[in-house]
């Protein structure tokens, strides 16, 4: 019998039985509209995270402190205060490779206007800071060279933090709030940038780095002007590798370290932070990817179920199919192939679901969904290796049937 | 050389440890355009002959040749391909699939035996139009009467040029007048010169043959002509 045929024959058997044929594929339904979901959930985490990294810009080296340590113990990546202004100038100065070396320093304080507080990251800088970052002043204008030279109490203020203290209406240039207490003028408002992984990018306000250490930080006793970090970006991005070197050569030099002395400082490039959003992503998408494995197997053994259950209704014609020459492999490619046009028309029903499904989500939560056809053609294998793998068994037991008992049933 | 020969067939089933002995040395010519009846009370092991001879079953000792060719040792595949090719089936609760229509139903053996689309489509149109179903082919089963089921199942027997029409009980789902019409059927075939073996326990039906072979105890007590064999020329 031609395979056309069988499934004709097969397709036959589940409209006749429409309700037990829907209930049955109900499961590989969801199971495969889920894997599409929530992998192009997962997807689109990712490619969403690209390019936020990407839009710092592709040349950019980030500098950190190294881990404090107290006899032994490590604080942590970081937390020393090993980097100090006067690294930061000579970076600026000696690395050939590099454009901009721009300092940074941050801590959690509070902001407060007319009675709204929110605690928030204040990132005391440079001017240079805003071409680094590729991050600009949307309305006013961003901390300038005369504010840092005049020590001038302004500030920039990030999305978040307007939504926060100022109300709907209220416009936040020209209005002062107070930062640890201390009033600074609004200059300008930052453009969105949204939230990156766990980090809100509009949680922010900046003020100049000479203001911040005269009223907000104050300087640290041993170093003198600590930073909290140090961006750089490099003149070209094949210069990456080189400006990395020479880095690492000034900081050593100024911090007098000497092999086999560890580095007191570290270096990120955005290949760094690339690779390492990309290992979380990959975790998150196999997270939901297996979560959505787990109903696709729940929907296999729901198909196996009504396998086993057709199988034993029908002994009577199976019996009759051998009585007028059904072979053994007759009546097995028949039942096979009927659980897995089943599992098809679930898995196409399901992908349909899939596609719909995903732009909702998207639609609705705001997340990139991205759906890759990876997904839509592994979710086709899937199906067809369920209703394979699902209906043999039952197959089976139908082509093993005797024919004299089976032509007995009822 | 006869169609059917049997040599001393046994079967015999273990029911629990009690060894049942269902046929008990059964010895049986049938030759090629005989009408035979087989006839038994229940459990005479009537059925189970039946089950030999449509090869639907194997003796456990004894030989068993339809059409000159060994039966005993051979697969289920091949138990199958004898079935499809050469033994017409027809039972008394006729076994016509539900869902298919007359036509589809009497082209099923022939698609198990690989003949084209078309080819099938023709040879059952043909031999539906034979039973006198030409205006009924496209009717499903539960459209049908009793006696239209039965002749869809006749006509499926006789699809793929069988040598051998077995019958079980054919008659013992409707009533006496399409009974009639029934054996008046077989009675054309065989007159057309196919050989029939049909199982029953009512004489009626059994003294259309003409030959009854009684069975009782899986042995044969009785092989007789009957009044029908003696009337046809």
Redesign the interface.
């Given at each position: 019998?031609g395979l056309f045929?069988l499934i004709g024959i097969a397709w036959?058997?589940i409209v006749?039985n429409k309700m037990r044929s829907i209930l049955t594929v109900t499961g590989i339904v969801i199971g495969i509209a889920a894997v599409i979901i929530l992998l192009a959930i997962g997807k689109g985490a990712e490619a969403e995270t690209n390019k936020q990294i990407q839009a710092l810009g592709s040349n950019l080296i980030y500098i950190q402190p190294g881990a404090a340590s107290t006899s032994s113990i490590s604080a942590g990546q970081g937390s020393a205060a090993t980097l100090t202004l006067d690294d930061c100038n000579a970076i600026q100065e000696v690395c050939p490779s590099v454009e901009d070396a721009v300092p940074v320093y941050t801590s959690q304080f509070q902001v407060q206007y007319s009675g709204q507080n929110t605690s928030t990251r204040i990132t005391a800088t440079e001017p240079a800071f805003a071409e680094v970052r590729n991050f600009h002043a949307a309305r006013g204008r961003f901390i300038s060279q005369a504010d840092l030279d005049s020590y001038s109490r302004v500030c920039v203020l990030g999305d978040t933090v307007v939504e926060n203290i100022f109300g709907d209406g209220v416009h936040p240039v020209g209005k002062s709030v107070l930062i640890r207490g201390e009033l600074f003028q609004v200059v300008g408002v930052m453009e969105h940038k949204g939230v990156n992984g766990f980090q809100d990018n509009d949680d922010i306000v900046i003020v100049p780095l000479s203001t911040g250490y005269n009223c907000l930080f104050g300087t640290n006793a041993s170093t003198g002007k600590s930073v909290k970090n140090i961006l750089v970006s490099v003149k070209d991005a094949d210069e990456v590798t080189p400006a990395e070197f020479q880095i690492t050569n000034v900081l050593r030099l100024r911090h007098h370290i000497v092999p086999p002395n560890g580095d007191d400082f570290t270096l990120r490039t955005q290949a760094d932070l690339l690779e390492t959003a990309q290992s979380v992503n990959k975790v998150f998408t196999m997270l939901l990817g297996a979560t959505a494995g787990i109903s696709l197997l729940v929907g296999g053994i729901g198909i196996m179920n009504i396998m086993l259950v057709s199988v034993s209704e029908r002994t009577?014609?199976i019996?009759?199919?051998?009585?007028?020459?059904?072979?053994?492999?007759?009546i097995l490619s028949q039942f096979v192939i009927e659980a897995i046009v089943l599992s098809i028309s679930g898995g196409a029903v399901g992908i349909i679901l899939g596609l719909v499904g995903s732009n909702l989500v998207g639609h609705f939560s705001g997340w990139t969904t991205v759906v890759t056809p990876f997904s839509v053609v592994l979710s086709f294998i899937v199906s067809i290796a369920i209703g394979l793998f699902f209906g043999i068994y039952p197959a089976r037991s139908a082509a093993k049937l005797d024919?004299?008992i089976a032509?007995r049933a009822d | 050389m006869p169609l059917i020969e049997l040599k001393d067939v046994k079967k015999i089933y273990t029911l629990g440890s009690e060894p049942v002995r269902a046929l008990d040395g059964i010895n049986l010519n049938v030759e090629t355009g005989e009408y035979v009846a087989i006839m038994g009370a229940s459990g005479s092991g009537k059925s189970t002959l039946m089950h030999i001879i449509g090869c639907l079953d194997r003796p456990t000792s004894g030989e068993y040749f339809l059409a000159e060719k060994t039966v005993q040792n051979r697969t289920e595949d091949e138990l199958a391909a004898i079935r499809n090719s050469t033994i017409g089936f027809i039972f008394q609760q006729f076994n016509l699939l539900p869902q298919m229509s007359a036509l589809n139903n009497v082209m099923l053996p022939l698609t198990y035996a690989g003949m084209s689309l078309e080819n099938r489509r023709n040879r059952a149109e043909h031999v539906l139009t034979l039973v006198g179903l030409g205006s009924r082919m496209q009717h499903k089963p539960n459209e049908l009467s009793g006696g239209q089921q039965q002749r869809v199942s006749i006509a499926r027997a006789l699809a793929n040029h069988p040598k051998l029409l077995l019958a079980d009980e054919p008659t013992g789902a409707l009533d006496s007048h399409t009974a009639l019409e029934l054996m008046n059927l077989i009675d054309e075939l065989v007159a057309d010169g196919m050989t029939v073996c049909v199982v029953t326990h009512d004489p009626e039906t059994a003294n259309r043959a003409k030959r009854i072979i009684k069975v009782k105890d899986g042995l044969i007590i009785g092989d007789e002509k009957t009044a029908a064999h003696t009337k046809t020329p």
């Open positions: 019998m045929e036959q058997g006749d009577r014609e019996g009759i199919r051998k009585a007028i020459g059904a072979r053994y492999s007759d024919p004299i032509l | -």
